[in-house]
Every structure is written in C-alpha cells, then in structure tokens.
C-alpha cells in the first residue's frame, strides 16, 4: 500500500487519554506521529483528552509529558486539553441542533435499555430505535417534564462509511452497524467520538494514526466529520504490541510504563530506535538515528501485523547505544545510583574514564553503574580466594611488581612492560600475576585488563593497596 502523498501540509496529533503512565504502545504511535510530520517538515500537535473526569488525573498528565520530554517527542503545538474547550464543543452541538444533523432524545436510560432487551429478544443488535430522531413528516412524541435529553449524532440510515486505512487497507463498514451515538448527556458534557472529531478538524489533522483499538471508533468519527462539512484525515491504525508470550502487553507481565526504561538504565535513543522497529521497517536496518528515520519514514512500511516486544532486542539496541554515548553523558545518568551504592567518588579515577573502560560489555547504566563500583569501594577479597590467589609462590614477584610500580612511568604501555618483565623473570604465566593483582586492587578475579586497571587507579591508590599484600 503507498501512504498517500500530501499536497496540504501534515498535521498529526498524539491523543493520551491522561489515565496512567506513557506506555510503550503510546510512545509508539507518538513516534509514528511525529516522525511523519517531522518527514513532510509538518506539525505535530499534542492533545490531552481528559475528559473522563473519573480516571484522568494532573500526574498522569505529567507522566505522559515527562514520558514524551525524555523520549525527545517535542510537540509543535498544544499541549491542548479538552477540558478547556468545552465551550467549543457546546458551540458545535448547537450547530449540528441547528442544522438537524443532532437532535434532542428523551428516552430515559430505562427505556433505552428496553428498548435493548426486546431487540436482543428478537435476534436483532441492540440500537437506538430512533424515536426521537426527527424525520420529515414524523409527529414526535410529547416532551416528558423533567427529564433531560441527551443529544444524538443522527447517524445516515443507509450507505457504507468507507476509508482506505493507511495500514490496513480499505475498510468500510455499513450504517445499519451504526448506531445514533450519543454526542452529548444530560447534563451537555460531550462525549467521547464527537470531541475527537471536533478536536481533530479544529486542529485540522490531516493524518491520524492511532492503535487499532480505536477502528471501530473511526466510522462513527468520519459520520459526524461529514455532518460537519470537514475534511476527513487519513487513518492509519497500527496493531498492537504483544508480549514476549504472543499476548498483549500486560501491565502485570510487562514493563510497560515507558519511564520504567528510564529507572532500568534505558537510554531514550536506544528506546526509540526501538520502538521504531516495532511495527515499522526501512529494508533491514536495525540501528539508525532519529534524523535518518524522520527522513526514511513514511505510512507504506508499516506493518499490518501484531509486533512482538523482545527484551532481548530492546537490550542488544541499548548496549549499541551505551557504547556509542558519550562518557561523560554516561557518568552523569549513573552517579546518583553509585553513590546509593556507597561510591566514594573523592581520591579515585575519573568517573567518565571508568566508564570508557567499563561501558563495552553491559546492556544498561544500571549495569553499569554496578559495574563501575569496581574503582569507587575499598576492596573485600574474600579470605579463601587471597589463600587461593596469593600463594608464597608469586608473592615476591607481587612484591617486585609493587616496587617497580613507585617509579614505572604511568601508562598502559609502561604498565604492561613492567608485567611482562616480572613475568619472565619469575616464569610465571598471566594469570598467576594478574589475579592476585586484581584481587589485591579490586577485591574480586573479574575485572577489565589488569593494566587498564591499574593505569586507572593511578599511582597512590595502587601502591597503597599493594601494601597490604603481607596481611
Ligand atoms: N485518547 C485515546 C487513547 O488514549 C486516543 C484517541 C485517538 O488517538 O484518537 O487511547
């Protein structure tokens, strides 16, 4: 399918209903979102839709832009909240009053639901019956005192709604599936579908691309975009994201709060190189920066089937994108964690030089930051490895690798020659000095290369730690 080639300027919009955190399926279609109106140098525009006063609270509102905040998803325009445009949408009821595409309906919740029942009875699906939809020559019932109408969308009785969905193809479904939606209760507060359809012609969107939870909602959106003379978007409905298990992410099983990435030593580029790849594809590149997919990314290369997250994957991207990183960036996100950890960042190595060496071989900072608390606590060799590691048999050339280490010239390459010649003189292989060594300096047998370590360290910190080799 090739995405449609816009001659208006793009418009997207991400629409978070502020119930809970940014999860990752979210983040996604945010991403979608934004990376097309980046592509066609368009706008993105962020709406807040809260008016489910029962469920969307101001921290969640804040999750979801402190989410959207570190994954760089910078919005162009908004964010709008529908609670404050609620006189818009009581203006825009009253036209469509006025224009006879909504009417009044006081069919109290009882009789809907009656009305429900004998349809279910009959085999037929449940619908408004249309009582009070006005028609020309229909004499409608009296108005019951007292009672509030709400207001209905007055849906086409007959015809097909019908759009070409940039991920799934054409879909159209028949009116007759419709119903005459309630666009407004009784005490005018709008509903759902007509503020998004009301929302996303004000902020004249051009392309909507949202999961595919919301398909159903896309026929009843397009009715009353129509009955307000607008010009439609085009949809774009992106399937799920299931789980390592084949099933939808789940709260319970998954880490799907996008900010949790955050808390697990996740960088935002590598999440979004990511998420990227979760439902969309640019021929078989795995790793590529936002720039390159704001630039590759259009709706044809979206996939129409359910992706899987894979930890693993998401992990492999992170180490790829630690390495990359900048060491002093990397010593920034990991010292609070070390100094919970007990580090001791004064008389010790360079934080961002410790990373260097230490950043190769883990998947996230949190990792990293245990890694790094090599340099930064007093070691604690564990008795029976020192009576294993530092036998009689190699103390005097520990010994003579101390002494030569007071003057040794302080480098890798000094460093290393020194080594190598104990190791001749004594006739001892690598490991025979170098476990000792990192014993005596670290307190544990894996560490970097044992003269990284040493240069590391430097001079004072290693003749002192040497000094205790007789104890
Ligand atoms: N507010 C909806 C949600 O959070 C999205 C609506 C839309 O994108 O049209 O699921």
Known sequence: MTAPSPTTP?????????TGYLH???AR?????????????????????????????????????????????????????????????????????AEGTAYHCYSSQDEVEAMRERQRAAG??????????????????????????VIRFKNPLDGDVSWTDVVKGQITISNRELDDLVIARPDGTPTY?????????????????RGDDHVNNTPRQINILHALGATLP????????????????????DAVSVMDYLDKGFLPEAMLNYLARLGWSHGDDEVF???????????????????????EKLAWINNHYIKAADNQRLAQLVRAQMLELGAGFENAPDLAAVIGLMKERVNTTVELGQAAMLFYRQPQADAALRQQHITDAVMPALLEYAQGCQAVEWNKAALSALLKEILAKFALKMPQLAMPLRLLLTGQLQTPSIDAVVELFG?????????????
């Open 459 to 471: 001079r004072e910190t290693v003749l002192a730690r040497l000094s205790k080799i007789a104890e």
């Open 193 to 209: 579908n007509f503020c998004v359809a009301v929302d996303d012609w004000d902020m004249q969107i051009t392309h909507v691309i």
């Open 124 to 149: 037929d699906k449940p619908r408004y019956d249309g009582t009070w939809r006005p028609e020309a020559g229909k004499a409608l019932p009296p108005v019951p005192a007292d009672r509030k109408p």
């Open 289 to 311: 920066s936002m720039e390159q997919m704001c630039s590759w990314f259009d709706l044809s290369h979206l996939s129409s089937s359910p992706a899987q997250f894979n930890p």
């Open 29 to 97: 279609t945010a991403l979608f979102s934004w990376a097309y109106a980046r592509h066609f140098g368009g706008t993105f525009v962020l709406r807040i839709e809260d008016t489910d006063l029962e469920r969307s609270t101001p921290e969640a509102v804040q999750a979801i832009l402190d989410g959207m905040n570190w994954l760089g998803l910078q919005h162009d325009e908004g964010p709008f909240y529908q609670m404050q445009r609620m006189d818009r949408y009581r203006e825009v009821l009253a036209k469509m009053l």
């Open 10 to 18: 793009v418009r997207t919009r991400f629409a978070p209903s502020p």
């Open 24 to 26: 990752v399926g979210g």
């Open 234 to 253: 085009h949809y774009g409905h992106v399937p799920m994201i299931l789980g390592t298990d084949g099933q939808k992410l789940s709260k319970r099983r």
